[in-house]
């Protein structure tokens, strides 16, 4: 049997993209040998443009932009792009595009690269956010893959598919999904306070630049609103209830004002871990969806509970359905990094590039 060449084209050269791009090349040998494929990056954009060459970019030029992304510098600096708007007279029928952007404008331009029979990885969540109505389609597709929107590389989406293609029912999904949040419930349990616990995860960065990007819960609320519609319920976002972790008053404030403001939360922060503490528990932010929507806040789970127990990035998703019933069937493990969850869109890739040959 001879090798199968699939045209691939990646947007987006940040943390995850340029990881990603790493892996293709040091793969290539391995998914050869194993799956009798060869992944041709022919396609790369950032925001500065689009390198393109449909016979594949040679190794000097995917090795000058992996250097170039290590130094944050943009494509434009490495060579002459073509415009963002050229992609999509550029793109072969039967490429895969993996869309490791955090844009929310690349919705159109991957529907096309679908009606033209190609196939598309996503680890943005944005394409699937919109109303239930305007997103409707991608979830029905199955040249569509996006494991990596949600919990990274761990396999979330996929398993929901195989339950759903057996005949279970999903009744509840549940779980703690942001490595940051959980990171802040857990330093806030030690008693460390509020302001602090901000300032020094921002200082690392952990956090967004400004870190209520992270306390507002929409990026949770986001993975939220993508699981119960892979589990077949036609939610809208504003069928979820989301608690901020900041308050009402503070929206309004610039990021450094924000962070100047932050310590007024200390008390009442502390005060909500240490009555949960007094009762044997311990706060996390939890999501919690079903058929008929769901919320996403601090809730109060037993020190001792799979919940209570959590530490750091990881992340813990728990799916209740008809056969998982009296014991949840439970995914956990490391919910972001860019290793992991370049990986999990390889993976993706991998799968679609079978499905196409
Ligand atoms: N990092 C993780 O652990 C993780 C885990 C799961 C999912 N994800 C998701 O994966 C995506 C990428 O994450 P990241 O950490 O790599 O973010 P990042 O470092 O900010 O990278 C995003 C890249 O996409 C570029 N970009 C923005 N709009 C674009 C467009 N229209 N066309 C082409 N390129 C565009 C950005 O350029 P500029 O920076 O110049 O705007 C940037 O280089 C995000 O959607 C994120 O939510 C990340």
Redesign the pocket.
Known sequence: MSQKVIPVIL???????STLLRQIIDTQATVARRKMLHLVPIGL????GVLFDPEGLSENTLQAVLHAAANKR?LDTVTQTRT?DDLETLIPARAIVAD????T??RSRLQTVLAAGGGVVL????PLIGSWQAVQQLFGNPMLRYE??VG?GLPVIDTLHYLLDTGDQVHQIEGCMSGTLGYLCAELERGIPYSQIIAQAREQGYTEPDPRDDLSGH?VARKALILARTAGWPLEMTDLAVEALYDESLVALSTEEFMAAADTLDAAYANRFRQARAGGHTLRYVAQVGPEGGTVKLRSVPQDSPLGTLRGPANYIALRTQRYADLPLVISGP????E??AAGVLGDMIKLAQQIV
């Open positions: 947007l987006g050269l940040g943390n995850v993209g954009a950032d925001i500065s943009l963002l490791v952007t955090a844009s404008e690349t680890a943005n969540k944005n990596c929107a990274a990026d919910g972001a990094g860019p992991v969850t």
